[in-house]
């Protein structure tokens, strides 16, 4: 293992497992549905990851360790390489711009927040919940 993948992590690995967050994978588009009507009894995150970009494993490897809304949000994790039809259907619905990696949250069945690349920080979501 070099240096750089063991920073950034192999961007061939297609098993990506985020390790601290109990993270919903987002996988079929009939779970925006899901996602609207929980977000009026509790926020929803959505965390959009690109696999084979460093800047988004680096994002999310920063957001995981600096997360603690265990229990206070509801987390959902698109891998949007395999998933680009749920990404766009994600900037159609909840009308925010695609970018990668892009974290958003839900309220009341709308986009209260969306950050993306480095704007992304657990804390200010945090303030924002």
Request: aromatic share 10%.
């Amino acid at each position: 293992m070099t240096l750089f993948t063991s920073i950034f992590g192999d961007s061939e690995n297609k098993n990506f497992n985020p390790s601290k967050i109990n993270w919903i994978p987002l996988t079929d588009l009939g779970q925006l549905n899901e996602i609207m009507e929980l977000s009026y009894q509790q926020p929803v995150v959505i965390f959009k990851h690109s696999t084979r970009c460093n800047i988004s494993r680096m994002a999310l490897k920063q957001f995981e360790n600096e997360f603690d809304l265990e229990g206070s949000v509801t987390l959902y994790f698109l891998d949007l390489l395999n998933h680009r039809d749920i990404s766009n259907e994600i900037a159609t619905r909840f009308e925010v711009y695609h970018q990668s990696p892009q974290l958003l949250l839900i309220k009341e069945g709308k986009s209260v927040y969306d950050v993306s690349h480095s704007a992304i920080d657990a804390l200010e979501l945090k303030e924002r919940v």
